[in-house]
């Protein structure tokens, strides 16, 4: 039974109209949602002062512990910490449950069409996908071409995007198959939230993530080649200057594991060693959180001075296992995304659990009339870009823009896709005392090792500024904590 | 441990040492240019910047607060505080997963701290607060190194930086003092203390934290022979430079034991010369001698020492490492 907003309730609700996106706390009608009003109750009761000190002493924590992702293109104050909101953002079980289901659907059956891909092509050869698609795919990795990977997993870490409609449904916004960051956010947020709301956090009862270290050693460790029963893994970073650095110290040191970067590592006779005060040392798995691109300049780029001369090599002779693989990017390339649901149909059977956003792939002449009509209406990417960069918001664009866009896609149609404006989901976030909301994505991190483990919850990102549709955190989005309930 | 790695914590300590090595000489070079009569401040000034290795970019303007100013905050000057303390976080960052969170937090405040506005103001108020609070950040950072670093090989590469810095940054301190205090000392006689001397002396200990240590060993009754002999050849006093190529050949030892690779006959043949010359040595041979040549070759040993180092632990061959 729905209960009305109490009177005390009133008061921590700023400006916060609903309109049609979601809410993810209030029903059309205004109510607090039932899972809800325990985190109300709460807000309500406490001093106004008092979140603003939690918030303070979480701040200069996140600082002194330098948890911090760097602004490129400055050269003071290059280090900001990951905005954050200090409410969390709460998922019932069985919206959960569905999730998970889905995701694990999802991940099977894109590692399953890496792995066609990479051998038979059998989904080309039945015309599922259109064999110019894959071929023109810039992350598309012809060396990777017959190569065995240890049990056939090509992606051990996914972070893939959904948002919530209208309607309430979860949809999946985006797969992110090559180095998905962010998890390290999810886990020092959780800290925080817990050291914020002891008793709300007890009393809720909400699902564990803070193994996701060890889960992620676990995952890392049943792929390393054979023969290796106590493979040396370590952790490859571009360096301290990658926005994401501070993640790979947390998770190496979190995994009790070594840090490497390209210059430590040399390979003769196709083995990898990383050079160590003891000699040099063999190097069984490699974490990797460099791109392809820069990962082999005899491979790949020459002109890439972060990865290691040879690896591909190694990679190739089975002497060591890269996860992730080369040439994953294939599969999210935004294009080739369109096609996943019937993947899933097609490897494994199945109707998809979590659906895709509707997209429109302008390599097809009838969709990109439609689009070019429509692109004030529409989103458009460029399909082999992430991180926000190379998009338009339709809605939110001036005639220029749109000109350009349109230009940009008549010159190159593959390079695009377009979908619809999505109204996601808004949860609640603390402006000052008082509550507005904001709109969220969720990121959840999948893991597929000997089997495939998701860690209830993730990151929710939120778009900071009013009225924004834009989450990634290099264009003004922050975090707040995902509480998966029991 | 990685050779990257390794290098990162050796450096990330040698730069904490030197900012401060820097702050203590600031310090006391400051409150010695408010006595009234003795040396002249542009003197002391270039002093205290040869002690510093002679940088180049610190030319006394006149004005001592302003001159202190730069040493302290010039971000871009190699020699300044902040650029030490810049320095050795840049290193720590690189090796995040290697040292406590508690080291890192420390030396990030630190950080923070002399990168702040407050360190301005209190600049405005007391200098002398400035670098108390620099002194403070370090002794805490050292505190929790001590408490909650594992003793594995980065303690070791760690304890390494501290001490070969702290022993150059003090043979230099000394070779600068050596014409006035001792280089005369052996011909006047011995005995008559030139009285004037006395303040510099006691500035000299300060410099090196070691006055109190000084007392303890041989009273108030300060004599150049015995700062000499204090500094160099105590094995007791961590700031003295006996007792930091100890800590090196320990450190040395250590790294060994823990399964590094073995050290070369150069390597180990070094050490233990400069020990064993430091370790045998008495004063007044010393003094008797060429000082000047004395002080001058346990830097250059130091030097030697460091590279010999880097090439066995860091830069190594390939081909050397697989045959071994």
Same mark, same amino acid.
């Given at each position: ?486 | ?16 040492? @030197? ?27 270039? @002093?205290?910047?040869?002690?510093? /290795? ?15 100013? @730069? ?34 937090? @420390? ?29 403070? /950040?370090?002794?805490?950072?050292? /505190? ?23 022993? %150059? ?15 005369? %000392? ?72 823990? /399964? ?49 180092? %880097?090439?066995?632990?860091?830069? %190594? ?8």
């Amino acid at each position: 039974m729905a209960i009305n907003t109490p009177a005390e309730l009133k008061s921590i609700f700023g400006e916060y109209p609903l309109d049609d996106a979601f809410d993810e706390m209030r029903s059309e009608n205004g109510d607090v949602r039932d899972h809800y009003r325990a985190l109300a109750q709460t807000l309500a009761r406490l001093p106004e002062s008092e979140l603003q000190r939690h918030k303070q002493a979480a701040d200069l924590s996140f600082l002194t512990q330098g948890i911090t992702f760097t602004v490129y293109g400055r050269n003071e104050g290059t280090e900001r910490i990951f905005p954050y909101d200090m409410l969390p953002r709460l998922i019932t079980a069985t919206e959960w449950e569905r999730i998970e289901r889905g995701l694990t659907q999802r991940i099977t059956a894109l590692n399953l069409f890496l792995r066609d891909i990479y051998s038979d092509a059998k989904i080309l050869n039945d015309k599922i996908i259109p064999r110019e698609l894959i071929y023109s795919c810039k992350h598309y990795r012809r060396q990777m071409r017959g190569l065995q990977v240890p049990r056939n997993v090509y992606i051990g870490v996914v972070g893939s995007d959904l948002l919530r409609l209208n309607n309430g449904e979860f949809v999946v916004l985006e797969d992110n198959l090559r180095v998905p960051s962010g998890v390290s956010y999810m886990l020092t947020n959780r800290k925080v939230m817990k050291r914020t709301f002891p008793q709300l956090f007890n009393s809720y009862g909400v699902r564990p993530i803070d193994h996701y270290p060890q889960l992620l050693l676990q995952t890392l460790r049943s792929l390393a080649p054979e023969g290796r029963p106590e493979p040396n893994i370590v952790l490859l970073t571009p360096g301290y200057f990658n926005s994401a650095y501070f993640e790979h110290t947390y998770l190496a040191r979190q995994m009790g594991i070594d840090l490497v970067e390209g210059r430590d590592l040399v390979t003769h006779d196709n083995v990898v060693y990383m050079r160590t005060t003891h000699g040099l040392k063999r190097v069984d798995v490699i974490y990797r959180r460099v791109d392809d691109d820069f990962s082999d300049p005899l491979v790949f780029r020459s002109d890439s001075a972060l990865g290691c001369a040879g690896l591909f090599n190694a990679y190739r002779a089975g002497n060591v296992t890269v996860t992730n693989a080369f040439g994953t990017g294939l599969a999210d390339d935004k294009a080739v995304y369109a096609y996943v649901p019937r993947m899933i149909r097609y490897y494994l059977n199945e109707d998809p659990v979590l659906p895709n956003v509707e997209t429109f792939l302008l390599g097809e002449e009838k969709e990109r009339k439609h689009v070019l009509a429509n692109l004030g209406k529409l989103v458009v990417k460029a399909v082999g870009e992430s991180g926000g960069y190379g998009m338009l918001i339709g809605p939110h664009s001036t005639a220029e823009q749109r000109d350009e866009f349109a230009l940009r896609i008549e010159a190159n149609p593959r390079n695009y896709i377009a979908q619809p404006t999505l109204d996601f989901s808004r949860a609640p976030c603390l402006f000052g005392n008082q509550l507005e909301p904001r709109h969220v994505d969720l990121r959840p991190y999948v893991l597929y090792g000997d089997k495939i483990n998701i860690v209830p919850g993730g990151l929710t990102r939120v778009a900071l500024e009013k009225g924004s549709l834009v989450v990634n955190s290099s264009q003004g989005g922050g975090s707040k904590d995902t509480w998966v309930l029991e | 441990m990685l050779s990257r790695v390794a290098d990162s914590l050796y450096w990330m300590s040698r730069y904490v040492e @030197r900012a401060e090595n820097t702050a203590r000489m600031l310090d006391v070079t400051m409150s010695m240019m408010i006595d009234t009569g003795g040396i002249a401040p542009d003197t002391r000034w270039l @002093r205290l910047v040869h002690a510093l /290795g002679r940088p180049t970019e610190l030319e006394w303007n006149g004005n001592a607060d302003a001159m202190a100013h @730069r040493l302290i905050f010039e971000a871009f000057n190699r020699s300044s505080i902040t650029n030490c303390i810049d320095s050795a976080r840049e290193n720590a960052r690189q090796v995040r997963e290697e040292i406590s969170s508690e080291q890192w937090q @420390r030396l990030n405040r630190l950080y923070h701290q002399i990168h702040s506005l407050e360190a301005q103001q209190l600049f405005e108020v007391n200098i002398s607060d400035v670098l108390t609070m620099v002194l403070d /950040g370090i002794y805490l950072f050292d /505190g929790v190194s001590d408490g909650t670093m594992i003793r594995r090989q980065g303690c070791q590469f760690m304890r390494l930086g501290r001490y070969l810095e702290r022993a %150059y940054a003090t043979a230099t301190i000394l070779e600068v003092h050596q014409k006035e205090l001792f280089d005369s %000392y052996m011909d006047e006689a011995a005995n008559e203390l030139s009285i004037s001397n006395q303040p510099e002396l006691v500035g000299l200990l300060r410099s090196c934290t070691s006055f109190e240590a000084y007392c303890h060993v041989y009273t108030a009754e300060i004599t150049p022979g015995r700062v000499l002999e204090f500094l160099l050849l105590n094995s007791e006093f961590p700031h003295s430079i006996h007792y930091c190529i100890d800590g090196i050949r320990s450190a040395i030892e250590a790294v060994q034991l823990t /399964g590094g690779r073995q050290a070369p006959e150069q390597l180990t043949a070094g050490i233990g010369r400069l020990h064993a010359m430091l370790g045998y040595s008495t004063i007044e041979e010393i003094l008797r001698g060429d000082t000047l040549n004395f002080l001058n070759s346990i830097r250059k040993q130091c030097l030697q020492i460091h590279e010999l180092i %880097y090439r066995n632990y860091v830069h %190594y061959s390939i081909q050397s490492a697989l045959a071994g």
